[in-house]
């Protein structure tokens, strides 16, 4: 099922999307996070019965919001976990993104704010010279997971979101780590919605496409992926605790705008969308 959070007539509210796509319709708790948090089989079955029961209310009337707006924590985020993208990235800045990793690249976005579906990218432009872009599957985790083994792993996994990892490539690069050129505000847009787990295979094999003015730029799938979902989700469990509603971005293919010869980044006025199978669509315009 798919899971949005919206604002009709001035509230704020979590929903669940009608079988025929067209209505959304509401739940009660106050918020995705709580959603999740209080997550279970049973609440699964009520929600698959007001799908049956209820009508909802236009798509059109509502005013859509990143799934999650406010994340309780960072965002984890893998890198180069694309072989494509990593020899993209390596061309592009040897001494950045060059080099053998026999391990996972993770690092955290700050993530303020969500930006919606529809909503626009800040480009800063005042300090960002290379804007880029780069779809990437996001898996929300659903209870809180310690010591997961991977057999066990889709077990804590609640569902899945697109969300668009912006980077501002020259921060990224000079100060040697990529915290500042990932986190600033409004580089984070994540939805349209979550799709719970159950509508996919463990792990998923999907489409994943980015596109700039129209232009297919990023064509992939989510099994080329060099570190899985099952590996990434127990390994980090083993050290730290990942809480329900934990955003994990699995990393980007290739295509982002810094594999270009020469690089291809974004400017103002610049439409950004990103497609994943099954999940829908993403798309932003920078300003």
């Not at 099922?1 to 704020?12: A, I, R, S, W």
């Not at 929300?140 to 569902?159: H, Q, S």
């Not at 291809?264 to 669509?281: M, P, Q, R, S, Y």
Request: with cysteine; net charge negative; hydrophobic share 40%.
């Amino acid at each position: 099922m798919k899971l949005f959070t919206y604002v009709y007539k001035g509230q704020e509210q979590v929903g669940v999307l009608s079988a025929d796509g067209k209505n959304l319709i509401a739940l009660p708790e106050k918020d995705m996070q709580t959603l999740i948090e209080n997550w279970t089989e049973e609440r699964q079955k009520e929600v698959e019965t007001l799908l049956k029961t209820e009508k909802g209310i236009a798509l059109e009337q509502v005013q859509l919001k990143a799934p999650i707006p406010h994340p309780k924590q960072d965002v984890i985020c893998l890198g180069i976990n694309y072989m494509a993208h990593a020899e993209e990235s390596a061309r592009y800045k040897e001494e950045a993104f060059g080099g053998e990793r026999p391990k996972a690249i993770y690092f955290s976005k700050r993530v303020n704010e969500a930006v919606a579906d529809k909503e626009p990218i800040q480009g800063h432009f005042d300090i960002v010279e290379s804007l880029d872009y780069e779809v990437e599957l996001a898996v929300v985790i659903g209870k809180d997971a310690k010591n997961v083994a991977e057999k066990d792993v889709f077990d804590y996994v609640f569902g899945y979101t697109i969300l668009n990892d912006v980077s501002a490539r020259n921060l990224q690069t000079s100060h040697k780590q990529w915290y500042f050129g990932k986190s600033l505000d409004g580089f984070t847009p994540i939805g349209p919605c979550i799709v719970t787990k159950e509508d996919f295979q463990n792990p998923p094999a999907l489409a994943i496409k980015s596109y700039v003015n129209g232009e297919l730029r990023q064509n992939s799938t989510t099994d080329l992926l060099i570190f899985g979902i099952a590996h990434v989700v127990s390994e980090l469990s083993q050290g730290m605790t990942l809480q329900a509603g934990t955003i994990i971005a699995m990393g980007t293919p290739a295509g982002v705008g810094m594999g270009f010869v020469p690089p291809n980044f974004l400017k103002a006025g610049d439409e950004v969308k990103c497609e994943i199978e099954g999940i829908g669509t993403l798309t932003n315009v920078v300003k």
